[in-house]
């Protein structure tokens, strides 16, 4: 008789075993709160903006969740595939938008939560961006927007026997890329062959983004063979890359960050978030840099929406909280708090934006700045693909960069990868 | 196992005996069922566990591997073996192949050899033995990631600390992710690095379990330290050497988290390098599973051809580790 409880509680354990590998996991907030789950690629500089949105609303708690730049859109497509595990709030970055935008039904329909009337609020490209082909669904609001500019260290450039004003700077390659590369050469004579700019991807895809045309024509075709724009961006990259201009080093690696404070390079393609970057690994170089304008005209680099997975239960909520993030005001705060800029033409005209300028930047008028930069991009339509292209096409580079394939067989590897997308 | 099966049967005894009815045919049936289905059911969670994560799976990638199967979209055509061949007649495959066999041996080879010399000299009478027991299994506790990071900045091309090394000794900087050899050598010191210990403490344990006499002989005979590893320590812990060598193979054909990490966080962390120069097979399954267009079907063919890879290399080892008693 005594070895019965001990078999019950073995069948009960066993059972127990199985219902908890079996079940999944649910959150209830039996309290009568709302939790909302946010899913971010790095720090957008919400922070402070969660407490003042719970402060103002008890009912709603706020919880971040932040991860790398690559593994943030992996891992959302995935648990958009698997019907599960998205946050409620989602960050998409513009390479990727078009591939969501694709599978509207994955998304609450911002317009039948009551998006239709603030269309007017943003850039008529920002809010574009977010919607499905025909027209029919709104899956995201915008955030920031990447209006590009030029930064530049002033220290390098004075002992170049460059000019340091920052107006004098954007003169020198206001007409072309051309030019920019043709001071290029001027500083690698007089440094006797020190670095120009970081990457040459970078460099490549700022020439990209301001083409009428990318790399996709509207019909989602891949046109990175017939678009000219394509092939004078490649020849003149890989003449800097040929002339010893570039560090080469590849974004967001330890490397790339070191290279910010030790100054191994005098410029690099600045949309307005790559300031925040400046600022985060280079601390001790504050006043060495500057901002200039960018060569070759306005064009648009990185910035992105924050979109409400289907699978998300509080859609009103998130939508209220979203709507409130994105708002003007609150955008203006982010701006001043890490430098992503706003996709609110509104701000444009006001002063508190347009007066702003950076201590670390030598008191540059990024506002003024960014905010030309903004009103001036001529949208670009964006393909599926397009972050994974231009990835390809970047590592075509890499590899000239490297010295382990010429030119032509590096642009012949890419358009043969291509073909296979 | 015994007391289990034994107690219904005499405790159905006593209970006859103590009334005069015999016990009624549905408790009879219901003690046989005992005695039969008892043992499966003490042994099943193992295997429904293993059948619900292990074996069903196993089998539905091999299903999914037919399939034209993408992620993003709901319809999935059945193709049969066409991702396969697509696989095999894919170059990146066997770059991916190629790369990964070559870590295999840088990693696997030395690793192996410096545990069981390490091994042996842990058998030797030293000071602070639990100290060098213990701190052998030290690198094997840090994280994977954490363990791939640090040596990532270690082998740095502009900023690490093994160029600067090699520039103070007069040696020039070596491009270490560039070069197909050198970014081998770079991943392959990290896995070293994080189970040669562990290879020593199995190796060591096995060492304890030879009998002293047979060293003693030895000594007697005038054989050196290194000659009684080679001639009775490797021959007698064979089984326990075959162990590590399969285990570390198994190990080192999925690397994954080391080239991942060397690679960065942008694209060449997929596709190992802007060459595909450190690409593992681990790493072009992700790279199509996890990346572009998701494909699935595709990825799960890449699983079942590693399968088979891993299968086959482990059983080649298999076999020449299986020589040594016959070269003794």
Redesign the interface.
Known sequence: ?T?KPFRTA?AAG?AA??VA?GAACSSNDDDGTVTLTVGLFGDFGFGPLYEEYMEANPDIVIDERIS???DHH?SL??HL??GAGAADIEAVEVGYIS?YTA?PERFHNLFDLGAGELEDQWLDWKWQQALSADGEALIGLGTDVGGMAMCYRTDLFEAAGLPVERDEVSALWADSWRDYVDVGHRYLEATGGAYYFESSGNMFRAMVEQAEQGVYDREDNIIVESNPAIGEAWDLTVEAIDAGMSNGL???????N??FS?G?FATIICPAWMTGYIETNAPDAAGLWDVAAVPGGAGNMGGSHLVLPAQGEHAEEAYAFIEWLTAPEQQLKVFEETGNFPSTPELYEDSALTDLTKPFFNDAPVGAIFTDAARSVQPQYQGP?QG?VL??L???L??IE????SPDDAWAQVMNDLES? | MATATNSPETKGRAASAGRPVPPGPWRDRLHRLDLKASPFLYIAPFFVLFAAFGLFPLAFTAWVSMHDWSLLSDEQVFVGADNYTALLTDPYFWNALGNTVSILALSTVPQLLAALLLAHLLTMRLRGQTFFRMGMLLPNVASVVAVAVIFSQLFGRDFGLINWVLESLGAGRIDWQTGRASSHAAIAVMVAWKWTGYNTLIYLAAMQAVPKDVYEAAHLDGASRLQQLFRITVPMIRPTIVFTVIVSTIYGLQIFAEPQLFGGAGPNGVTGGASRQFQTLTLYLYEHAFNRGFQFGYASAVAWTMFAVIVLIALLNYLFIRRIRSDS
């Open positions: 008789m070895r073995l066993t075993v199985l590998a790398e730049f690559a992996t497509t995935t595939a698997t591939q599978s590849e974004a967001w690696t330890p490397e790339w070191a290279s030790e191994t693909l994974d990835a390809t970047g590592q075509g890499g590899r490297d010295g382990s394939q997308f």
